[in-house]
T-cell receptor, first 118, second 111 residues
Framework: GAVVSQHPSWVICKSGTSVKIECRSL??????MFWYRQFPKQSLMLMAT?????????EQGVEKDKFLINHASLTLSTLTVTSAHPEDSSFYIC??????????????FGPGTRLTVT | DAKTTQPNSMESNEEEPVHLPCNHS???????IHWYRQLPSQGPEYVIH???SNVNNRMASLAIAEDRKSSTLILHRATLRDAAVYYC????????????FGTGTRLLVSP
């Protein structure tokens, strides 16, 4: 149990286009999901906290108009990278916490989405 | 966010114990100590967590110093599959409980 999936697993897009990444909790409900970005050989950087039914909370320095987050249901959060540029190329990872589970202290991470902007 | 300090890398031989240290001198009384690990090209996975007492689970043991300013993750018998980046994270017991990752320790395991 407690599986988080991401789609797509990898995507290549042209500069100036937008890309949507989905994060789903497959067997549990999550009112809160988190989005991270990871550049090669670096650690994960928290981008934003996604809240079901309300606006996301962005970390300092993250452009909310560029990284649109929608948490429309208890099992789905989406991250849209708008007007992507090569510097947005990165590994995007989401995580979620099982609000009602016995292991509510644990965050479950998705497998990540590798975005390459050409 | 309270910070943690870990060595950049450590090496181990297969089937030997591994002790991964973490310093967190600014830890507050309600911060939990969490360990996650990230295998290559994957999302992180939970390893273990604790507050004050030492903890054991099927993956590892966590030894917490009496003053809580440091902790050690112990892998009792390293395998090649344990090669990963190990992150020590302080998680506040309030709020959204977001995880802020530090630089972590890259563990290399040799056969």
């Amino acid at each position: 149990g407690a599986v988080v999936s991401q789609h797509p697993s990898w995507v290549i897009c042209k500069s100036g286009t937008s890309v949507k990444i989905e994060c789903r909790s497959l067997d549990f409900q999550a009112t809160t999901m988190f989005w991270y970005r990871q550049f090669p050989k670096q650690s994960l950087m928290l981008m934003a906290t996604s809240n079901e039914g309300s606006k996301a909370t962005y970390e300092q320095g993250v452009e909310k108009d560029k990284f649109l987050i929608n948490h429309a249901s208890l099992t789905l959060s989406t991250l849209t990278v708008t007007s992507a540029h090569p510097e947005d190329s990165s590994f995007y990872i989401c995580s979620a916490r099982d609000d009602r589970g016995r292991r509510s202290y644990e965050q479950y991470f998705g497998p990540g989405t590798r975005l390459t902007v050409t | 966010d309270a910070k943690t300090t870990q060595p950049n890398s450590m090496e181990s031989n297969e089937e030997e114990p591994v002790h991964l240290p973490c310093n967190h001198s600014t830890i507050s009384g309600t911060d939990y100590i969490h360990w996650y690990r990230q295998l290559p090209s994957q999302g992180p996975e939970y390893v273990i967590h604790g507050l004050t007492s030492n903890v054991n689970n099927r993956m590892a043991s966590l030894a917490i110093a009496e003053d809580r300013k440091s902790s050690t993750l112990i892998l009792h018998r390293a395998t090649l599959r344990d090669a990963a980046v190990y992150y020590c994270i302080l998680r506040p017991n309030t709020g959204f409980q977001k995880l802020v990752f530090g630089t972590g320790t890259r563990l290399l395991v040799s056969p």
